[in-house]
DNA sequence: TAAAGTTGAGAACATTCGTTCTCTATCCAA
DNA sequence: TTGGATAGAGAACGAATGTTCTCAACTTTA
């Protein structure tokens, strides 16, 4: 049952692909047969419903973003250049080529209202970034109230930059950051 | 032919909070026909498609969110106040009951990729708010690099707050922009 | 008053799409 | 080799939905 493990891997890889691109409900299953070349019998054997492929698309890109933010910070040794790591990483995930917005944010707005599943899977994944926010700053030895903050430009971020097409929205971010971690440092 | 405009804003009225509650594609043509007591063959004498009513109802929600942040502008003097009066707006917003998240924001996740004109409004609203701000930091005699800045943090708080569920997000991100302020003044 | 035109309600249509079903081919055991 | 079972491909099904069509009611005008 190896090999069904990695057709569940190939199917979410896909699906990932596609939802973030096209929107959830925009993407058919056939395309997703289509793109993965995996029978829709098949497919429907590896997972419930095209519901259930989502939620494993979510828990997908919530581990990709989670080792993200961990590798950028994993470059820099100061929680202060760990925290402003954060807008470097949204920076080369602005400029890949294919952003479109966080996914999360996407699928809550599309599906969020429908599928409680969808906006619980999207509060986890902020929920889990404010806590790595707010260990940060703890770390630097900042007041907690800068966590929020510095988690609300990075979605500013994120929301700007997909719909101006513009990554300068992470430089500005990244610029803002830097002035409130360092009035809140020098208090 | 009065009517038929009053017709097409009660349609418009109900589309706006039918969309905005549960997602564009989640509502049919026939549950707008129920909500508004308007019939099917009526609704599309009123408008071209369902795509039409969308592109109305974001026009709308343009118009609605400018007079709003300029209301609470119009309640204090100076441009600092006026800046800051955004995240006030924004946090009688998040508390209103029914706050989803920017609707320029869901409709461009759920719809910007398949209809380029989603896409275009979403910009265009974008838009108009970064130039409202810049004209705002223009007139407090700060940098232009605050505005991106101050836009950012509304942008962060309304995915934040809608998200979480909690209008603490108005307060994070006006607690922020009235640090960026001052830091961008006495420069 | 009567005929012609207009409007409206909602039934109907055609398409799309998630999901299931059928039939075929392959593989393994005896 | 043969019989049986398993898995896969894709055709088929049934529900949902945007849009149009039909027919009846009403209005207007001569």
Redesign the interface.
Known sequence: MEERRAAQKAAIDAADRLFY???I??VTMDELRAETGISLKKLYSLFDSKQAILLAVLAHRHELWTSGIARAAGAVSTPRDKLLSVYDFLHGWFTDGNY???G???????????VPAV?LA??KQ??SFQRYVAGLVEQAGAPA?LA??L??????????A????SA??AH??R??AE??ID?ALQR
């Open positions: 691109a096209r929107g409900q925009a479109r917005g966080c999360f944010i996407n699928a809550f707005g599309e599906l969020g209202a429908t906006a999207a509060r902020k929920d109230s929020p903050q988690a609300i430009l990075a979605e500013g971020a994120q929301t700007t997909a719909i101006s097409g300068d929205a500005s971010a610029d803002a002035i409130l009035a």
